[in-house]
Structures are given as structure tokens and as C-alpha cells.
């Protein structure tokens, strides 16, 4: 199967921002794939960064999708709210008491992306239905599962996707898990991508905790066809994050998974936000992502590391600077080393 790279390295989507068309651009012109993050943002927002991406580089590109699930039982998201209140008050910032339903546009984005094909389309939080990926199929573009378990692979096999990227829990930010309810599985990387592999024939992508060379040599002596990186590109300066959070990746040392900022796990830098409420949170996404957000944007202004949501995974310590095309080529260059 032709991926559309030279340098099998994938810039993985990261929504709220940090994924740019820039930082496609980038990726893309050292030889690997480049993914934008749809999530949070309308349909139109995301043909705008599709379009200016494509200004930017004539080859291939990817777009995430959230997928939707059912709406959260509102009682656990007020009586979230109930304890967020004195925090929310301290700073002078109104919480919203009535949240409506949120698809994150996703028939919109699907309508979308079969007017303008993109190369490749990966699902995050579940998986489409039948008919909507053979939509996406027939409209010539291929379709990239985010998985966390060999249950979760067998579902996307059997969906007719292309392609998965297996998910260890070493992977900062959101778990890509299916239902929101299931804890999120602790198996590390590699040893989930040899769980995945013998059940399903699809090629691998592996995604979590890959910020070096070795650690993707790893990965694809364990069977998987290329790296999906994300923390790893967070301090380049075609990254859209922010001074604090690139600050954090260096100042903060220990990451957790938690419910407390989205409603769903999550892996970021642990602070005391995280400390005071993640016991408290429900299993309510996106709910408990717009009850926080005024919360996380206030915090963000003050530039505030103790109150952020700043996702990282394990190896955010090894987050370099630079230009994200020559991190790129330097990535590839040590994992060859190790693997020769």
C-alpha cells in the first residue's frame, strides 16, 4: 500500500491547536506524513487549514476526526460544576450551567472531506458507521483507525479501514479508547502492537512515548511500519503551542492520566488542577471539555502551569527545538542507526 512517504515518521494530529499547516508542511517536506487535527473545530475552519496546507505542500496530508458518542447524563456534569465553582469565582470566570449536545460538526466535516478529498482520514474515539466509511472509501480516501486493544482492532478490521494506529498509554493526550467508558488499557506499546498484529493482518502505525530514535527503532522492529509522533513535535517552531506549554515540557517532570479537564482520559503533565479534581470528574465527553474551558482559557492567559491542560506524553523530556522537517530527518537518521 502506498502511504505517501519516503520517511516512514507521522505527525500525529493534535486538536486545540498544536497541529498547524505549517507543521504539515514540515513534516511533509523531510519525507513523512503530516496529519491536521479537526477536532473542536467546524467543518469550514478545517477546509481553511486543508487549503492552507495545501499551499504549502503537494503532497499527501491527513485530517483526524473526533468521532461522537452519546450525550453524558447531565447530573454528574453539575455536580462537577458545583465543586468547580469556587475556582471559577476566584478568578472572576461565569461556567456555563446549560451545555447543549456537541458532534464536534461531524456530518459536516464528512460532507466536507467528500467535497475535498484529503489523502487520509483517521478516526479517534470510535470508529464511523458502515455506511459513512464506505462514503469516505469511495471518494478515494484512506481511512486510519486509532485503536487501543485487539478489540478495538478487530472492529476496525472488519470496518474495511486501511490502516491502524495502535495506541499504547504512553501516548499524551486524549486515549483514542472507543467507549468513554472503558478504563483505558494500561499494555505498553510494544507489547500492544504484537497483541494487535495477531489479530489483525492491517498494517501498524505506532503511536506513544516514541520522542527518540531508539524508541522508534523499537517500534518498528516490533512490527509496526512507521512512528506516529506527537509530543515529540510540540516545541518545534512550526508548533502551535504555546511559550507555557512548551515552558512546561521542560519544567514539569511527571505525567498522569485524567478525566478533569475533558471528561475523558487524558495524559498530560500533572499539576495541581489535576491533584485537586480528577477524583471528582465524571466519564462526560465533551460536557466536561466546554464546563472547562473558561477555566483552562483563563489559566492559559495567566500563564498559569499549575491550572493548564498541557498534554504530553512520557517522553516529553526529549520535545526538541527547531525547525519540525530537520527534527524529522534527525528522528529517522537514529532509528536507522539502531536498527542497522
Do not use: C
Request: glycine letters at 10%.
Amino acid at each position: 500500500m502506498e502511504f505517501g512517504w519516503t520517511v516512514p515518521l507521522v505527525a500525529a494530529p493534535m486538536a486545540g491547536g498544536a497541529s498547524t499547516p505549517e507543521l504539515v508542511a514540515a513534516v511533509n517536506r523531510a519525507g513523512g506524513l503530516g496529519f491536521l487535527a479537526a477536532g473542536y473545530r467546524s467543518a469550514e475552519a478545517m477546509l481553511r487549514q486543508i487549503r492552507r496546507t495545501r499551499e504549502l505542500t503537494d503532497r499527501p496530508i491527513g485530517v483526524n476526526l473526533f468521532v461522537p458518542g452519546p450525550p453524558a447524563p447531565p447530573g454528574p456534569v453539575a455536580a462537577y460544576r458545583e465543586r468547580l465553582l469556587p475556582e471559577a469565582l476566584q478568578w472572576g470566570i461565569q461556567l456555563p450551567a446549560a451545555i447543549p449536545p456537541d458532534r464536534d460538526d461531524w456530518d459536516a466535516k464528512l460532507d466536507a472531506l467528500l467535497r475535498e478529498p484529503v489523502a487520509w482520514v483517521s478516526y479517534t474515539f470510535g470508529l464511523p458507521e458502515p455506511a459513512e466509511a464506505a462514503a469516505v472509501r469511495a471518494a478515494g480516501i484512506r481511512q486510519l483507525g486509532t485503536v487501543t486493544s485487539p478489540e478495538e482492532a478487530r472492529a476496525a478490521t472488519a470496518l474495511g479501514l486501511d490502516a491502524l494506529a495502535v495506541q499504547g498509554p504512553e501516548a499524551g493526550g486524549h486515549r483514542a479508547t472507543h467507549r468513554a467508558e472503558d478504563p483505558p488499557g494500561t499494555l505498553p506499546l510494544l507489547q500492544l502492537i504484537t497483541a494487535v498484529r495477531e489479530v489483525t493482518a492491517l498494517p501498524v502505525i505506532a503511536a506513544g512515548g516514541l520522542g527518540d530514535g531508539p524508541a522508534i527503532a523499537a517500534a518498528l522492529r516490533a512490527g509496526a511500519i512507521a512512528a506516529l509522533l506527537g509530543t515529540a513535535y510540540l516545541r518545534t517552531e512550526e508548533s502551535g503551542a504555546s511559550p507555557a506549554h512548551r515552558r512546561a515540557l521542560t519544567a514539569l517532570g511527571e505525567t498522569t492520566v485524567t478525566r478533569a479537564f475533558t471528561g475523558r482520559p487524558a495524559r498530560g503533565l500533572r499539576n495541581a488542577f489535576i491533584d485537586r479534581h480528577d477524583r471528582y470528574a465524571p466519564t462526560a465527553y465533551p460536557e466536561v471539555h466546554h464546563l472547562t474551558q473558561p477555566l483552562r482559557a483563563a489559566a492559559a492567559r495567566r500563564e498559569d502551569l499549575t491550572a493548564m491542560h498541557l498534554w504530553a506524553g512520557t517522553a516529553h523530556h526529549l520535545a526538541r527545538e527547531g525547525g519540525a522537517a530537520d527534527l524529522t530527518r534527525a528522528l529517522w537518521h537514529e532509528a536507522r542507526q539502531w536498527n542497522d
